[in-house]
T-cell receptor, first 115, second 113 residues
């Protein structure tokens, strides 16, 4: 299957700072990328869907000004958590698809801890 | 609204025993159904998927799942569990193969020696 990477795999930051997480499709062109958040012992909750070159579509309840998503190329999407607070501590997982009708591939996740 | 329910939060089985993880969904149309496995601190790995056709689908690692439209279920099975199968299992529903997914709550599988 196709490979999706995330960087960093874990990050610790101070409250009030911003953190950027990268999601890359290594061997295919990802026209669509998804960002999920997973709290401990809970399921994955979709945060937003991004299509290359377009603004991301955010799920209800997700603050678009706090979670900035950029999908500027067919192999890279970034999620920036702005002014992070301890409640933003979570496991962030991205996935990528080469288009409608094609399988979604998941990255290994990024563990964010906000002190 | 679409939803996915995994009734069992935690299941423990003995190594070598059979396994069935339950998944029920609420969906207005014929769904795309998926089972994923997640090891601690890791991303998700696709075990199998159903789109159409034969309602019994085979996946990786010896897993299979059966789609039952009348019961709105897509239960995951394995005839003989291995210790390495201990992980979190998620059932998911989607509009299509590449569209957004709705995940169940997950079932944590423990395997006794």
């Amino acid at each position: 299957g196709a490979v999706v990477s995330q960087h960093p795999s874990w990050v610790i930051c101070k409250s009030g700072t911003s953190v950027k997480i990268e999601c890359r499709s290594l061997d295919f062109q990802a026209t669509t990328m998804f960002w999920y958040r997973q709290f401990p012992k809970q399921s994955l909750m979709l945060m937003a869907t991004s299509n290359e070159g377009s603004k991301a579509t955010y799920e209800q309840g997700v603050e678009k000004d706090k979670f900035l998503i950029n999908h500027a190329s067919l192999t890279l999407s970034t999620l920036t958590v702005t002014s992070a607070h301890p409640e933003d501590s979570s496991f962030y997982i991205c996935s990528a698809s080469s288009g409608s009708g094609n399988e979604q591939f998941f990255g290994p996740g990024t563990r964010l801890t906000v002190l | 609204a679409q939803s996915v329910t995994q009734p069992d939060i935690h299941i423990t089985v003995s190594e070598g025993a059979s396994l069935e993880l339950r998944c029920n969904y609420s969906y207005g149309a014929t769904p795309y159904l998926f089972w994923y496995v997640q090891s601690p601190g890791q991303g998700l790995q696709l075990l199998l998927k159903y789109f159409s056709g034969d309602t019994l689908v085979q996946g990786i690692k010896g897993f299979e799942a059966e789609f039952k439209r009348s019961q709105s279920s897509f239960n995951l099975r394995k005839p003989s569990v291995h210790w390495s199968d201990a992980a979190e299992y998620f059932c998911a529903v989607g509009y299509n193969q590449g569209g957004k997914l709705i995940f169940g709550q997950g079932t944590e599988l423990s395997v006794k020696p």
